[in-house]
């Protein structure tokens, strides 16, 4: 996305917010607008100073934690926190340490993301966990339900960085999982999925498109 050229193409803050694309428009669904713009952390304040000066006001999300690997120091991660929310962004997207996955250091990981809960105040916190790297399905269901204890707002599949991302399986746990926290806890915590949407020509559009019915239908059924 080109933040310079953002006044030209949006031309107001309702335009920017509300104009639904072709796809929108072509199934009749006026209320789906731009969730954020998502940025590196050292990019917060640029993204906030040009949407503003487009007259948009759609949010800025940052990366934090070492994205994608997670693979800093503990201290350098909050700080990274703490810094792009400083700058202006209202949502941190945040990525697990897998090898406290994978070595089953599950008190670990949960304090981990409560401190980067503490770190995010006000802004929401979206938890990646890299879940092609998470080695089994149970493991996935365990990460879920840790980083949804630890109080994230969001559960994301992957960073689009690893070798396997979004999975039909993975996507399905992970729904069950949040399915379980809401019966037990009757906290809504929502699912994110990484998916790369090149264009309606494209094959892999059409197979992932059809790919997000199935899985919104299987969660309607299930809550």
């Known amino acids: 996305m080109d933040l310079q050229n953002t ?28 969730a954020a713009v998502c940025v590196y952390p050292a990019r917060v304040c640029d993204a906030v100073k040009a949407l503003k000066a487009a007259g948009c006001d759609i949010p800025v999300a940052s990366v934090a934690t070492g994205f994608p690997a997670g693979q800093t120091h503990l201290k350098t991660r909050l700080e990274e926190i703490r810094l792009a929310v400083e700058d202006g962004a209202s949502e941190i997207d945040v990525v697990i340490n897998r090898t406290l996955v994978l070595t089953g250091q599950w008190e670990a990981l949960y304090d981990e993301i409560c401190q980067f809960r503490k770190a995010c105040g006000e802004a929401h916190l979206k938890t990646i966990l890299a879940t092609g790297e998470l080695g089994s399905l149970t493991n996935v269901y365990k990460a879920s339900m840790i980083a949804m204890m630890a109080g994230s707002d969001f559960i994301k599949t992957s960073t689009g960085k690893e070798t396997v991302n979004a999975t039909f399986p993975v996507a399905i746990v992970m729904l069950r999982a949040i399915r379980d926290f809401f019966w037990k806890t009757g906290n809504k915590v929502y699912y994110c999925q990484q998916i790369f949407l090149w264009s309606k020509d494209n094959v892999i559009y059409n197979t992932r498109h059809s790919h997000d019915n199935c899985l919104y239908r299987h969660y309607r059924q299930m809550v």
């Open 7 to 34: 006044s030209e193409s949006t031309g107001s803050s309702e335009a920017c917010r509300t104009n639904p694309g072709p796809q929108t428009r072509e199934k009749g669904v006026a209320s789906i607008t731009t």
